[in-house]
């Protein structure tokens, strides 16, 4: 299985950007489907964005639509979520994850991997 370890989280102020990462080693990184992933304290682990193995099928949560986006670089190993307009709401641990499927995206249950987290605090 691959793992991942994500960077990039921050405070930062309302209407600010920030660009996270999420670097994958030790499997076939292209043959991953890769989604990122947030959880505010008391809230559930909620969908964000998800990318095809490719880079060019992106889908994205409607919260985030608009002011974010990802991309990877297959041969960096890199899944990267840029965002934009950043809200106090966006506040949150940023997870990303890593599927053979693209299918049950927005489901938390069916990743083979998934990072450590990163932290993103939006200040109004």
């Known amino acids: 299985q691959v793992q991942l370890v994500e960077s990039g989280g921050g405070l930062v102020q309302a209407g600010e950007s920030l660009r996270l990462f999420c670097a994958a080693s030790?499997?076939?990184?292209?043959?991953?489907?890769m989604v990122w992933f947030r959880q505010a304290p008391g809230k559930e682990r909620g969908f964000v964005a998800a990318?095809?193995?490719?880079?060019?099928?992106?889908h994205y949560a409607t919260s985030v639509k608009g002011r974010s986006t990802i991309s990877r670089n297959n041969a960096k190993n890199t899944v990267y979520l840029q965002m934009d307009s950043l809200k106090p709401e966006d506040s949150a641990v940023y997870y990303c994850a890593a599927r053979k499927s693209w299918t049950g995206l927005y489901s938390d249950r069916a990743y083979d991997s998934w990072g450590q987290g990163t932290q993103v605090t939006v200040s109004s």
């Open positions: 990318i095809d193995w490719s880079g060019i099928i992106t």
């Open positions: 030790g499997g076939t990184f292209s043959s991953y489907v």
